[in-house]
């Protein structure tokens, strides 16, 4: 077992007794998870992905507990981001998969105690089933990164030295939070600028979302992963669409487009992910099975040998608190997939596939975030896997109608939280690692943070719904792709919808093709990677969206030749102004869900399409000198 006394991002030591959970951190923690989990909520119903909020949260625990209180220790600031980044990683698992409920006609609204359970267990069992594997996949194996972990162990080391970095990210959030109050309260500028021109039988597609957000996603996943998101957009919309024809001469060119994307093209997508979910899988199995061995040394007190006590730093969990979690958490899904169904056989079946699935793509997610990042994670592919696997169980079982859907929905929205969960902490626990935390106590941070933001998804989402409507398909329809994906999905086996399987089996065979692609840049030591799911998220994506996520990542390659930029945490300004940036649109995207829901008309006039490229542009410039001007000083 290696030791920590050796490793050069020690900021705490073994031995050094440092202040670490706190009342203030505990306080601050939970509320900024409530906030993170709303934020990356409307984001990822919007966009289809969501970002860490570890960096943010961590520049902001760091200038208020040392900037304002005049105190606060990293490992202090480490929990806090900590409890943040839970609420985070439960908001992809929640909209993911929830809404989908609606969408098939399953729920007519979000119900409060099944929407907090699917959440709160899926969120628990992310964590249970990620502690064994910490000393396996996040110490033990130096080719597994987890870059976000290390940017924020960045983050927190070089926030000792000061919290001003604080400003950039509050001059993001002013920014996203009026632009957005602009086009979405006033709609003095639109919110998305798009159109079709129809040539012969073909129908061609352009438009981008006025979106900082997405700007700002693009500019935190750089030009690689952008690039391969809007390569899906371009496969779908402007290869796919035009080829399948189907426009008439007396019919609108822009709804003959959306109609093909909505009812052929995304399922492309589909096929892409389901390959692109096996392949992980199969991947990884090495790491899987590392961290299964790994099982018998699960604990804090002793080391492997029985023999000496651990240091502080290498404390997990106990066998008895995993199994205090556990449990109560098998249990309670059952309960609640027994009342989701009303099928007491139903419900066993599914929570025996749960639990098998859970742990295996936690195990999974665990090791590809340690490669490629969260926010490459191929979580979709993962839950495409987990929902196909649940409606073979059932349709074996010859299971059939509305309890098959809801328990199929339900084990995808347990296991995507999970999944999700397990991801980030991972990568907490790669942060704690680098800056001497106590691992046991970042678990049971999880454990709180979860706790604390679990409640607020449903009234989050009923909110959204009410306001902007999720999956509807109006002008400021929140688009939630994934959910209606896996709606179509459940819908296609067990109700009235027929799936495309010529599309899905297109889409498996790009991806395929993607991987093969992939493994030949591979051994020509390529920097450049053809990884299979931004690919297929793009193909899925509206071509609106993914254009704002490519222009992001230009802005980071472009702006940021005039410094580090591949240096990461504070060395990178725009990574942290664009965080403003998504979190001031999402936010204010919620606050302006009140009075849209209380029927009070804010807008002074509709926006120009120019006017509105125009002033989008001129932001985005703008974001470019600031990062340019910032590297430079730097």
């Known amino acids: 077992m290696k030791t920590r006394s050796a490793d050069p991002y020690s900021c705490a030591s073994p031995e050094k007794s440092v202040k670490e959970v706190t009342l203030i951190a505990l306080v601050l923690g939970g ?11 409307y984001l990822g119903l919007k966009a289809g992905m969501t970002v860490s909020a570890s960096i943010p949260a961590a520049v902001i625990s760091t200038a208020i507990l040392r900037g304002i209180f005049r105190r606060g220790t990293i490992l202090e600031n480490n929990i806090v981001q900590t409890m943040a980044s839970a609420g985070e990683s439960l908001a992809a698992g929640a909209i993911f998969t929830i809404p989908a409920l609606l969408l098939v006609g399953a729920w007519q609204e979000f119900k ?11 969120g628990l069992l992310g964590i249970v089933f990620m502690v064994p594997l910490r000393r396996a996949l996040v110490v033990e194996r130096p080719e597994l990164i987890y870059p976000e972990g290390v940017a924020c162990a960045e983050v927190l080391k070089a926030g000792q030295k000061g919290g001003k970095d604080i400003l950039l990210i ?11 109050f602009f086009v979405t309260g006033l709609h003095v500028m639109k919110s998305v600028v798009e159109g079709a021109v129809g040539i012969g039988r073909s129908a061609f597609y352009f438009g981008s979302d006025m979106s900082l957000a997405l700007v700002a996603v693009g500019y935190i996943v750089r030009l690689p992963i952008a690039s391969l998101i809007f390569l899906g957009g371009v496969i779908g919309w402007v290869i796919t669409i035009p080829m399948l024809g189907g426009w008439e001469s007396d019919a609108v060119p822009l709804e003959t487009v959306w109609s093909l994307w909505s009812s052929h093209v995304r399922f492309i997508g589909v096929g892409a992910m389901l390959v692109g979910g096996l392949h992980s899988i199969w991947h990884v199995r090495g790491g899987i099975l590392s961290g299964v061995t790994a099982l018998h040394r699960v604990g804090g ?3 492997a040998n029985g023999t000496a006590a651990r240091p502080r730093t290498d404390r997990d969990m106990s066998l008895a608190s995993l199994m205090l979690v556990f449990l109560p958490s098998v249990f309670g899904t059952f309960f609640l997939y027994d009342y989701l169904t009303g099928n007491f056989g139903v419900a066993v079946a599914a929570t025996v596939v749960m639990v098998i699935a859970a742990f295996l793509f936690v195990a999974v997610a665990t090791y590809i975030v340690g490669l490629v990042g969260s926010s490459n994670s191929p979580v979709s592919g993962m839950t495409i896997c987990a929902l196909l ?4 169980v059932l349709l074996a079982l010859g299971i059939r109608g509305d309890s098959a859907i809801a328990a199929t929905l339900g084990v995808a929205g347990v296991v995507c939280c999970a999944v999700c969960t397990a991801g980030d902490v991972s990568q907490d626990l790669k942060t704690g690692w680098l800056v001497g935390a106590t691992p046991v106590r970042q678990q049971w941070a999880e454990v709180l943070g979860v706790l604390v933001s679990c409640c607020f998804f449903a009234p989050v989402l009923t909110l959204l719904h009410n306001a902007y409507g999720i999956g509807t398909g109006g002008p400021d329809s929140l688009a939630a792709p994934q959910a209606g994906l896996f709606a179509s999905l459940v819908d296609g086996f067990f109700g009235a919808g027929t799936l495309p399987w010529n599309m899905i089996a297109l889409g498996a065979g790009i991806g395929v093709l993607l991987i093969l692609l992939d493994r030949l840049l591979e ?3 390529s920097a450049f990677r053809a990884h299979v799911m931004p690919v297929a998220v793009g193909i899925y994506l509206p071509l609106s969206l ?9 802005l980071h390659q472009v702006f940021r030749r005039a410094g580090s930029g591949n240096s990461p945490g504070l060395q990178d300004p725009g990574l942290l102004f664009g965080s403003g940036l998504i979190a001031g649109e999402s936010l204010m995207g919620i606050l302006l869900a009140i009075p849209i829901v209380l029927d009070i008309d804010l807008t002074v006039s509709e926006g120009h399409g120019l006017v509105s490229v125009g002033v989008f542009g001129a932001i985005i410039l703008g974001y470019g000198v600031l990062v340019r001007r910032a590297a430079k000083r730097g």
Do not use: E, Y
Request: net charge positive.
């Open 546 to 554: 993914a254009t704002p996520i490519f222009l992001g990542g230009l």
């Open 112 to 122: 409060f105690w099944p929407t907090t359970l699917i959440v709160l267990l899926g």
């Open 523 to 525: 051994r020509s030591g």
């Open 389 to 392: 696997l649940t409606a073979g």
């Open 301 to 303: 007190s002793a080391s």
């Open 170 to 180: 509050l001059a993001g959030l002013g920014m996203g939070a009026l632009f957005k």
């Open 31 to 41: 509320l900024l998870s409530i906030l993170m989990a709303a934020a990356n909520t």
